[in-house]
């Protein structure tokens, strides 16, 4: 993760001020820009072209078209892609042993070559065109569910830092699509009106305390806040109209350069719509990049395949 630590360095400067130009054309809908229809793996992993970008799919040798799957799909951070996202978090396993089809996408480029979400407005479309990546990702849900059978009540979207305030994105704009996502070291909007979902979306916000990038207590990239890993939770549990009380849970040991049960782990439940949760794990100790040890990718996956969509 060598590289990937020097990209966000540069890219978070934005936590002290933040000179980047993101000069990068919108997004067309998901669709091959060469006007022949991608060749979707059917097992095993392949890329495909969607809108212009690559989209990377895994899909697990148990996938039966004669029943529905869940989808989980994973969103990089600024200066990151999906590869690297892949290395970071390990699901391609989990997907191998859950059943899941996993979908990890490129986001646009910059002008400096480097990869990012149009997610909430601190982060990180910071100048220039902004692609319209809440519709761009939509419609690439869309397109996975018209290539393979897909629980459409089991649809999960995992994001790390600039892809994490793109889940959070997600959630706001596209409820009726998505049952729960995982938010690891990003935020949601500031400004609690610019979300709002038309259903519960269950939430596990992942926060290191010593973030170095996006700040625990809050901040602002490039003169534009983004809130507090707790006003975060708290905006979710608002959202999701859940009762403040919280339950404590067994700390859990994520990271592999921490003592052991390094993180703390907080779950709402009551009386929340619709059968969703909120939980806000802490990693005590933490940096933006943790050093993810084996046990991360199975105690993500647990949560998000607990959730489902209510039946309409």
Request: proline share 8%.
């Amino acid at each position: 993760m060598a590289r990937h630590r020097w990209q966000v360095a540069r890219a978070v400067t934005a936590v002290v001020a933040v000179m980047v130009t993101a000069a990068c054309g919108a997004a067309d809908r998901p669709g091959p820009s060469s006007g022949s229809p991608p060749v979707w793996p059917a097992s095993g992993t392949g890329t495909v072209e969607i809108g212009g970008r690559p989209v990377t799919v895994h899909v697990p040798d148990s996938y039966d078209p004669a029943r529905p799957a869940p989808l989980v799909l994973a969103l990089h951070g600024y200066t990151s892609d999906a590869p690297e996202l892949e290395t970071f978090l390990r699901l391609t396993p989990e997907s191998d042993r859950r059943g899941f089809v996993y979908v990890y996408p490129d986001g646009s480029t910059d002008d400096r070559g480097d990869r990012f979400w149009n997610a909430t407005d601190a982060c990180c479309g910071l100048s220039g065109a902004k692609p319209d990546d809440s519709r761009y990702l939509s419609d690439l849900i869309s397109t996975v569910q018209g290539s393979y059978r897909i629980d459409g009540a089991r649809v999960y979207l995992i994001g790390h830092s600039n892809g994490a305030f793109m889940a959070f994105r997600m959630a706001c704009d596209h409820a009726d699509q998505i049952a729960a996502i995982v938010a690891v070291n990003g935020a949601t909007w500031n400004d609690p009106a610019r979300c709002r979902p038309s259903e519960p979306v269950s939430v596990l916000a992942v926060h290191s305390t010593d973030d170095e990038a996006i700040a625990f207590t809050g901040g602002a990239i490039d003169g534009v806040a983004y809130p507090s890993a707790a006003t975060t939770v708290t905006r979710w549990l608002g959202y999701d109209r859940c009762a403040s009380a919280g339950r404590d849970a067994p700390g859990l040991d994520l990271v592999t350069d921490l003592p052991a049960a390094e993180t703390s782990v907080r779950t709402y439940r009551q009386d929340c719509a619709g059968g969703s949760s909120v939980q806000q794990w802490t990693i005590n100790g933490g940096t933006h990049v943790p050093h993810l040890g084996p046990a991360f990718a199975p105690a993500v996956t647990d949560f998000l395949l607990s959730q489902a969509e209510p039946a309409r």
